[in-house]
């Protein structure tokens, strides 16, 4: 069965704590990316990925961290220094690094902080 | 970076009303996208539009791409209760998405 899975599907945090939101796909992609979604608000990019071992910041990345060790996985952290964490989180990835290429799209995290 | 703005924020149908949303840049744009999101769900890609006054339909869904490619439409045609959602459009540009603010579509029945 081939897409991206993300865990958890739902995720709560004391204030103060860092987090690890895993992002995975099997759909050989080698764009990756992560988002953020308030409620009835837009998709913002936090951080992008568009080979291994490379990625660049989006436009709110401010307070997260990315790795891009292996093709299949972008797991994102939001650390304590993100002052309003509490959001969906999206994670995709695209087939093409430099085109235009459909977004296929993970379940979500919902990241709530206590 | 890149700005697309979408217009309206909100839309209340009747089932079997019709629906457009529009999407707006003020620089020329090289492809756009549009997707669905249904309520508590993931966005799911619809279709991509690439050339100037292209038109493809899904449907009962039509896509139009302007002709100085600086805007976008979805029209719905007889929505129905499963068109509820938020439709956003997106620009690929300098390795990254842009996507619009969305318009949430509402389906009384």
């Known amino acids: 069965d081939g897409g991206i899975t993300q865990s958890p599907k739902y995720l709560f945090r004391k204030e103060g704590q860092n987090v690890t939101l895993s992002c995975e796909q099997n759909?050989?992609?080698?764009?990756m990316y992560w988002y953020r979604q308030d409620p009835g608000q837009g998709l913002r990019l936090i951080y992008y990925s568009q080979i291994v071992n490379d990625f660049q910041k989006g436009d709110i990345a401010e307070g997260y961290s990315v790795s891009r060790e292996k093709k299949e996985s972008f797991p994102l952290t939001v650390t304590s220094a993100q002052k309003n964490p509490t959001a969906f989180y999206l994670c995709?990835?695209?087939?093409?690094?430099?085109?235009?290429?459909?977004?296929?799209f993970g379940p979500g995290t919902r990241l709530t902080v206590l | 970076g890149q700005q697309v703005m979408q217009i309206p924020q909100y839309q209340h149908v009747q089932e079997g009303e019709d629906f457009t949303t529009y999407c707006n840049s003020s620089t020329t744009l090289s492809n756009i996208q549009w997707y669905k999101q249904r309520p508590g769900g993931h966005p799911v890609f619809l279709i991509q539009l690439v050339k100037s006054g292209e038109v493809k339909k899904q449907k009962r869904l039509t896509f139009q791409f302007g002709e100085a490619k600086k805007n976008s439409s979805l029209h719905i045609t007889a929505t129905q209760t499963t068109d509820v959602g938020t439709y956003f459009c997106a620009v690929y540009n300098f390795n990254k998405f842009y996507f619009g603010s969305g318009t949430k579509l509402n389906v009384k029945p």
């Open positions: 995709a990835s695209s087939s093409t690094s430099g085109g235009a290429d459909t977004q296929y």
């Open positions: 759909l050989n992609h080698d764009a």
